[in-house]
């Protein structure tokens, strides 16, 4: 079955600054790519998605990029604010209904 | 619209202890699922439902079981509560295929302490 892996497990990033979290697949039939974001005692909220027919989507400060080949995709975020702080999961759906997640990235963004 | 409700918030059960975590959606959604987080593993697949009458295993379903009586109510229950099964529990939802929605709502969670 897919296996979904999710790099690095904690990050800490200056405000202002880019942060970046990547995610690889293994399933090449993967057809969608969504990023989560779970603020402390809240539920996950879709914050972007992907459809393996496109390589980048951009919303505002948000980006992500999708490589099939490689079998990767990843969370850009610029000009960082506290805000942004949680915990982001990237997931992959491979053919049927079944989402699978990575293990989380922890982000904090120090003013 | 409601979104998906989950009840209870929070639950503390003895060891062997049985019950159900209620799962309810109001937006037609014919895809239901449970998933439990424990820290360090992400979100983790127990079971799921393509629709009413219709359940299947996920990644980790051992004691747990589901039936899918309606489209809008997808409850969990656990049989024979072990401290193993302390996490927070998530029900999911989203409409199926031939949606070109492929996004997942998330409930608010219940957070479950098995002593």
């Not at chain 2, 996920?58 to 589901?66: S, T």
């Not at chain 2, 409409?95 to 969670?109: C, D, E, P, Q, V």
């Amino acid at each position: 079955g897919e296996n979904v892996e999710q790099h690095p497990s904690t990050l800490s990033v200056q405000e202002g600054d880019s942060a970046v979290i990547k995610c690889t697949y293994s399933d090449s039939a993967s057809n969608y790519f969504p990023w989560y974001k779970q603020e402390l005692g809240k539920r996950p909220q879709l914050i972007i998605d992907i459809r393996s027919n496109v390589g980048e989507k951009k919303d505002q400060r948000i980006a992500v990029t999708l490589n099939k080949t490689a079998k990767h995709f990843s969370l850009h975020i610029t000009e960082t604010q506290p805000e942004d702080s949680a915990v982001y999961f990237c997931a992959a759906k491979p053919p049927g209904n079944k989402l699978v997640f990575g293990a989380g990235t922890i982000l904090r963004v120090k003013s | 619209n409601a979104g998906v409700t989950q009840t209870p918030k929070f639950q503390v059960l003895k060891t062997g202890q049985s019950m159900t975590l209620q799962c309810a959606q109001d937006m037609n959604h014919e895809y239901m699922s449970w998933y439990r987080q424990d820290p360090g593993m992400g979100l983790r697949l127990i079971h799921y439902s393509v629709g009413a009458g219709i359940t299947d295993q996920g990644e980790v379903p051992n004691g747990y079981n589901v039936s899918r009586s309606t489209t809008e109510d997808f409850p969990l229950r656990l049989l024979s509560a072990a401290p193993s099964q302390t996490s927070v529990y998530f029900c999911a939802s989203r409409l199926t295929l031939g949606s070109a929605n492929y996004g997942y709502t998330f409930g608010s969670g219940t957070r479950l302490t098995v002593v």
